[in-house]
């Protein structure tokens, strides 16, 4: 039988080989694989964009581009440059190899807002596919860019854009340990909580607006959860032993976590105020890192139950427990798809660990990923992409790959150790 605390020092440690580094920084991301078939598409530098300090056009181009399943056209040398859809020469565009354009102007207002229109034209069958006009302040313009590039997303692949999501992510800098939030392109780092003992495990509300997380501030895992529209800080779990691996249930209203107060590790649920602390299941092993289903009706976890450490479904309302995981001695770390078609986990083959995805329906596993220490996949709330942490020369960062195992992306962030990443939700 694995040692009790086997699972928890698994968590704890990618944050214990971090390097000392200097001053924070954003995440960088560089693309280091492309997708399949690409969608051929031309951004036109938006009118009057060039007034003001945030370019729309860089900033959807690089979203775009980023998910790999776009080819950039360059738009240079059409004259005159469109900025409403009518005005595009479809002729133009296809002679170039682009199957979509968008086109667009930002325009101030009397109020020193500034109103931003873009237009989503099909070059082939010279129609327009989206028209949108937004009128917002200048420090507004990345987030209106973001929103942009999911709404061309959406149009031309039929699945929800996540550029205008958040990430969360935790640093090491020499003793100092952070949680930050940022955007999904790494922009616009916020400090959420600063720690000279290790931050692990941050999970996202549902709604966004609270992460919950461990800290071994009190020199023993205890869970927190953070506002991140008030700023305040509620204990949720500080119980006699370790209180671990916190992931939300679809309502917000429960967390499932393990803790080990009644001997052993077990998942329990908790109410998102700390109360009402109920224990799923009775097991001799160690159970762990609990991740709801999209419905709520089920959990996935860890355990070695059956001797090694292996993934198992757990109905809540028959109690049943049925194990997931069969190639191999060691799968952990499940995460539910957001169809609820699938997970995705993390396994161990040759020494090494790698992130692999299998189908409910038919069982299938795929590898996605090629790490010597890959783990902690956060996925993306449209399923298409999955984050996770990673190793490159002894330092640890964030990568990224497709569902589909061929868009891949490396996130860096200059002299800095990232770790534990974690994917918010959709924006309403």
Excluded: C
């Amino acid at each position: 039988m694995i040692h009790p605390l086997r699972f928890f020092s698994l968590l704890i440690a990618a944050a214990s080989v971090m390097l000392a580094s200097g001053a924070q920084a954003q995440l960088t991301i560089e693309i280091i694989g492309g997708g399949g078939t690409t969608i051929p598409i031309a951004i036109v530098p938006f009118a009057g964009e060039a007034n003001y300090p945030y370019p729309l056009t860089e900033i959807v181009t690089a979203d775009l581009n980023r998910s790999g399943l776009f080819r950039l056209v360059d738009p240079t040398g059409v004259n005159p440059r469109p900025a409403r859809a009518e005005d595009v020469r479809v002729g133009d565009w296809t002679a170039r190899g682009a199957d979509a354009v968008v086109v667009g102007s930002a325009t101030p207002q009397s109020d020193g807002r500034v109103e931003v229109r873009f237009f989503l034209v099909d070059a082939v069958k010279a129609t327009q596919l989206a028209g949108l006009s937004y009128v917002v302040t200048p420090s507004q313009f990345r987030a209106t860019a973001h929103q942009i590039a999911d709404v061309i997303y959406e149009k031309l692949t039929g699945d929800r854009g996540v550029f205008s999501t958040r990430i969360a992510y935790i640093t090491k800098q020499g003793s100092r340990y952070q949680l930050l939030v940022a955007d999904a392109d790494g922009y616009n780092p916020q400090v959420i909580v600063t720690s000279n003992e290790p931050l692990l495990s941050p999970s996202w509300s549902p709604d966004g607006t609270r992460i919950a997380y461990v800290s071994l501030e009190n020199r023993k895992p205890v869970i927190y959860i953070q506002s991140l529209t008030t700023g305040k800080r509620q204990l949720l779990a500080n119980f006699r032993g370790s209180n671990s691996a916190p992931n939300w249930a679809p309502d917000g209203r429960r967390l499932a976590v393990t803790l080990s107060f009644e001997g052993g590790s077990h998942v329990f649920l908790i109410n998102a105020d700390g109360s009402g602390a109920q224990r799923l299941m009775s097991s001799p092993g160690i159970d762990t890192e609990a991740n709801f289903s999209p419905d709520g009706r089920s959990i996935l976890f860890t355990s070695d139950r059956g001797g090694s450490p292996q993934i198992y479904r757990f109905t809540l309302a028959s109690g049943t427990v049925e194990r997931m995981t069969f190639e191999g001695n060691y799968n952990v770390s499940p995460r539910h798809l957001p169809d609820g078609k699938g997970f995705v986990f993390v396994r161990r083959d040759g020494g090494r660990f790698n992130l692999a995805i299998e189908d409910f329906a038919t069982r299938q596993v795929q590898v996605l990923t090629q790490g010597e220490l890959d783990e902690s996949p956060s996925i993306a709330p449209n399923g298409k992409l999955i984050l996770y942490a990673a190793e490159t020369g002894g330092r640890g960062i964030l990568a990224a790959v497709s569902s589909d195992g061929r868009v891949k992306q490396r996130l860096t962030a200059a002299a800095s150790d990232v770790r534990e990443p974690a994917w918010g939700p959709l924006t309403k």
